[in-house]
């Protein structure tokens, strides 16, 4: 069974608008943390947002903000008024068992999502 | 200077080739790691160096070989591949702040 779930394969968004990116999770860690990353036509991976599966509120960093909806075990990231630099390839990943291990454990990725900014 | 880089950022080899794709990180973190990325398909992880030591070979056939000689250099030695190891290779450092990893822009490496 996949651990991370990205059902939207592609999105094409007008500019300015706000966006909404979905990821589902699954695992019985109770322990983990779930990330978002960027991957433009580059290549490289850019990080962008974290949350933790211990933290209260939900996340936010800039104009991205994740929502972090424990029980449904979802954690969307919404990105408000969207720019031409948004459009790449967006990836939810998960790492477990944050309480052991040291740091080292590697994450798991879902399929990423295609986000085409229009203008 | 940036924080991860691969050398090289393309190549192409014969399946009867060697050849080496090298990582480099300059954040100062414990871990490093390698991913690969084939079209359509999630990242998967391959290798986990933490203080130069593997601790985690995620099943990679043995024709790819990794060698981390210190913390901030790590190696993906390659052998005798076949056309379907054709992929973006990815190498990452970790953990940061909020357990992150930050990755290098990768090697897109084509077997013919």
Redesign the interface.
Known sequence: AQK?TQTQPGMFVQEKEAVTLDCTYDTSDPSY?L?W?KQPS??????LI?Q?SYDQQNATEGRYSLNFQKARKSANLVISASQLGDSAMY?C?M?EG?GSG???????????THLIIQP | ETGVTQTPRHLVMGMTNKKSLKCEQHLGHNAMYWYKQSAKKPLELMFVYSLEERVENNSVPSRFSPECPNSSHLFLHLHTLQPEDSALYLCACGPGKYNEQFFGPGTRLTVL
């Open positions: 991370i943390g990330f990353y580059s290549g490289e991976m850019i990080f974290y933790g990836f990943a790492r944050l040291g740091g080292a454990d590697g994450l798991t990725f879902g399929k990423g």
